[in-house]
Each structure stands twice: as C-alpha cells, then as structure tokens.
C-alpha cells in the first residue's frame, strides 16, 4: 500500500500551511499528521537545499505519493520543478498537483503538463528579462543613473578627493563624512578610473 506525503511550503514565517493541509485532505487525500511536511522558506531556493524538503526526500519509498496544492509549492524555476518532479518519479514516487486537476506529474498526462507550464514559464522569464533590458537602455538613454543613491554628494566627493590628496586617511573621512570606508573608496576608484 502506498503511502501519501504532503509537502506545504509558504514563503514567510507569517504565514500558515494548514491551509494547504485541509485543501488536500478536502480533495480526498487521507495523509496522516506525520506525513505532513510543512516549511517557511523562498520557492526560489532549490528544493533540494530547503531542509524540509531535504527531510522529505529521505523519507520518500518507491511507491509512495506525494501531494502539493499548487506546482509554485515546489519552487518557481521551472527548471527546478521539473528537475524535482524527475528525481522524484526516477524514485519511485508518483506527484500530484491539486490546482492541476489533481493530475500525476509523473503519468505520460502530468509530464505533457509539465512540458507546457515549463515552455510557458520560460517564455514568461525571456519577456520578464526583455522588458527589464529595454527599461533600463532607455533609462540610460534619457540619462538617468541606475543604482543605488550615492551616499555622498557631489560636493562631499569633490571634498573627499581634496581631503585624500592632502594626506587624509579614508579610516578619518568614513569618520567625517559617517559613511562606510567602502563608500570613500568608491569616490576614490571612481576619481581614479576618471583619469
């Protein structure tokens, strides 16, 4: 007889999993309380490197079934999801996504699935990525500057360079100015490379 393992991951302390517990249990699921695996983490961290995940894994026998409510539970690189929903099926274990129709990941079904959402994902990240780049050219173009606020003025960089050419210590001018010494050394390189 198989056994059925529930991964919940929410991404802050804040929040709860029991959501996602009786939204399983609703769909018809009998996982036990200690098959129930529950963690706080980012879906960008790799499945592999979160420690509820990882305890998971170790727990996990052929045959068994593995539930989560939405694939994003998993992680949001598709490429993780679909490398996690492989070496889970090369174990043995059969993954079933609720807010897909509660379909098996692992069945020839789920692995269309699969291929599609990751197709879809990847399309998505390209657009996200071109949008970003065309953002920041034109931002360039119209001369703003990208990046953090310097933490100095102009007028303080000017001071700063005078202060370091007569002998100041950058250890002195982060004291002056109450700026970190990388913050000096910045006004420094930047001088420097200018030249």
């Known amino acids: 007889m198989s056994r059925v393992f529930a991964y919940c ?3 802050t302390a804040d929040q709860q999993a029991e959501n996602q517990v009786q939204e399983i249990r609703a ?3 009998d996982v036990q309380p200690q098959r129930v695996i529950s963690e706080s983490i980012s879906g960008s961290i790799a499945a592999e490197a979160r420690p509820g995940f990882t305890k998971l894994l170790e727990r996990l026998e052929s045959g068994d079934v ?3 409510t939405k694939l994003d539970r998993l992680g949001r690189n598709s490429i993780d999801v679909l490398e996690t929903v492989q070496a889970l099926e090369a174990g043995g274990v059969r ?3 609720l807010a897909l129709g509660g379909v098996d990941l692992t069945s020839p079904a789920g692995k269309m699935t699969m291929t599609v959402l990751a197709a ?3 399309f998505e990240r390209d657009l996200i990525i071109e949008r970003t780049q065309a953002g920041l050219q034109r931002a360039k173009a119209e001369g703003k500057k990208l990046g953090r606020p310097s933490a100095l003025t102009d007028q303080q960089q000017t001071e700063i360079l005078g202060k370091l050419a007569a002998g100041s ?3 002195a001018l ?3 100015y109450a700026v970190d010494r990388r913050s000096i050394r ?3 390189d930047s001088a420097s490379a200018a030249t």
């Open 174 to 176: 982060a004291a002056e």
């Open 27 to 29: 769909a018809g699921f």
């Open 9 to 11: 991951r929410v991404s």
């Open 186 to 188: 910045r006004v420094r």
């Open 169 to 171: 210590t950058i250890y």
């Open 95 to 97: 993954v079933h996504c």
């Open 120 to 122: 879809v994902a990847e």
């Open 66 to 68: 593995l539930i989560v």
